[in-house]
């Protein structure tokens, strides 16, 4: 029978084979992955809207929007549509800041104010002045909206992470930073200019240096869980962060940006790599392969300890990311222990149909499974 329809009709075999991966395949996919919880977009879903799409027919069932892009409107209509809503929240990024408040500049190890480093430009994140800032802006938003989390974007000391090629300086050496550091772990540099104490700290005191930096960027998240907490309890606090193992730049991960997962481990509900394989010349392939590493490196226990929710790359730029490299970053950003994924961006996915038609299958075969 298979061998007579074969010679009679190949296209007709085709068809029934296509048919048979369209029926089976979403139970498939669905029955591997009933872990998985966040089916989301990043950024306004206005250009599904203006296209008369409702997200929860594409299967999505949450967004992260921008703070600032957040009003009643939006958040209507998308509880309408049954999505959660996260609210990304640029934390030490602050161009506008420090030029309307230059005490609060970052200063590199020369002593000198730093250059933004492309488009991020890190605030000093033990300046009294912006911390207070920050954390009013935090309060207001959730007194405003209610939210199902905050993700904490640019949570790092002054660098740039997301390009080919890294900015990875050596901050902050304001007068704020040296004497917190001194009144915090009780080494003092001697006198002498910010360029002097920054070169004995580097050579005498490095490890130190790099543990309270550490420690620095923790008790911001501390602080910010804080105040969620105080204002939504059951919201969840996330942060979008940089992918890089520990070895990769030579440790930058934790030695420049800050970042200790131990630490960071027991405050944060909830990691976001940013698993931009385009901005960052890696393959599609190796969003699976960083998920996996991350999963190991938090040592997630099943249903203990934080989650990972990745973000992928759908925008193109610096290059055309074909709607097939897509497929493989979002289900790669569902590897490991990950349960949930979203695109940067929402824009990037609206304006491409083979994009769209990629995300409604994945997240309609996981919807059935949860
Ligand atoms: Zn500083």
Redo the contacts with the bound molecule.
């Keep these: 029978m298979k061998d007579t329809v074969s010679k009679k009709d190949p296209i007709n075999v085709r068809r029934i084979i296509v048919m048979t991966l369209v029926i089976f395949l979403p139970s498939c996919l669905s029955s591997e992955r009933p872990d998985v919880e966040i089916r989301g977009i990043y950024g306004h879903p206005k250009p599904f809207w203006e296209q008369g799409i409702n997200l929860k027919d594409l299967g999505v069932n949450a967004v992260f929007v921008h703070s600032g892009a957040i009003d009643q409107e939006m958040v209507s209509r998308a509880r309408g549509e049954g999505l959660r809503i996260f609210a990304e929240f640029a934390t030490l990024n602050g161009k506008n800041y420090v030029e309307s408040h230059p005490e609060s500049w970052?200063?590199n190890h020369k002593g000198e104010k730093v250059e933004a480093a492309t488009w991020f430009m890190g605030v000093?994140?033990?300046?009294p002045g912006f911390r207070e800032y920050r954390f009013t802006q935090l309060r207001k938003l959730l007194q405003e909206f209610e939210l199902d989390g905050v993700w904490m974007d640019y949570v790092h000391w002054h660098a740039q992470f997301e390009d080919p090629q890294p900015v990875l300086p050596e901050?902050?050496?304001?007068d704020?930073?040296l004497d917190k550091f001194t009144a915090d772990t009780g080494v003092q540099p001697p006198d002498g200019t910010t360029r002097e104490k920054a070169a004995w700290i580097l050579t005498n005191s490095d490890p130190l240096w790099r543990d309270w930096r550490c420690k620095v960027i923790v008790e911001w998240a501390t602080e910010l869980k804080s105040i969620l907490k105080q204002e939504q309890p059951e919201a969840l606090l996330g942060l979008y962060h940089c992918p890089w193992q520990d070895h990769e730049f030579e440790g930058a991960s934790r030695r420049i940006l800050g970042l200790d997962y131990d630490l960071l481990g027991d405050v944060i509900d909830v990691f976001s790599p940013m698993v931009y394989h385009g901005r960052m010349e890696r393959s599609p392939q190796w969003v699976g392969a960083n998920i996996d590493w991350f999963s190991q490196r938090l040592n997630i226990q099943k249903d203990k300890g934080p989650k990972i929710w990745s973000i992928v790359q759908a925008y193109d730029d610096p290059r055309i990311i074909s709607a097939a490299e897509f497929e493989t970053v979002l289900r790669g950003g569902l590897s490991g222990k990950s349960t949930g994924v979203m695109m940067f961006t929402s824009n990037a996915v609206a304006e491409d149909k083979e994009k769209i038609a990629i995300m409604r299958q994945l997240y309609s075969s996981l919807k059935q499974s949860n």
């Design positions: 970052a200063i000093c994140p033990t300046e901050t902050c050496f304001c704020h930073c």
